[in-house]
């Protein structure tokens, strides 16, 4: 199972990024793949889900409406589109899935909000 995230970088407050999650090594199709943000000292939070067939959807309330994922099964890729940008956004943000019995996890990529 391999997980890379690209798209990461520099953004002003207000502003948008999008995130790519390519998947490789088990049939992404099959399942649920998320987005989890994380800052020095804090608990790796979930931000985003996206079920098998992308029927389900769910967001922390703090980027809802802000935050959109979305998975396209023919590229073995999820997506995080993230607008209205806010300086607490920035984070390192990791792609993650769960399949026999273990999470797997990218190598992140570095979200930074500021002007």
């Known amino acids: 199972v391999q997980l890379v995230e690209s798209g990461g970088g520099l953004a002003q407050p207000g502003g948008s990024l999008r995130l790519s999650c390519a998947a490789s090594?088990?049939?992404?199709?099959?399942?649920?793949m998320n987005w989890y943000r994380q800052t020095p000292g804090k608990a790796r939070e979930r931000v985003a889900g996206?079920?098998?067939?992308?029927?389900?959807?769910n967001y922390a309330g703090s980027v809802k409406g802000r935050f959109t994922i979305s998975r396209d099964d023919a590229k073995n890729t999820v997506y995080l589109q993230m607008n209205s940008l806010k300086p607490e956004d920035t984070a390192v943000y990791y792609c993650?899935?769960?399949?026999?019995?273990?999470?797997?996890w990218g190598q992140g990529t570095q979200v930074t909000v500021s002007s």
């Open positions: 996206i079920s098998k067939g992308g029927g389900i959807i």
């Open positions: 993650n899935t769960y399949l026999n019995w273990n999470d797997y």
């Open positions: 090594g088990f049939t992404f199709s099959n399942y649920l």
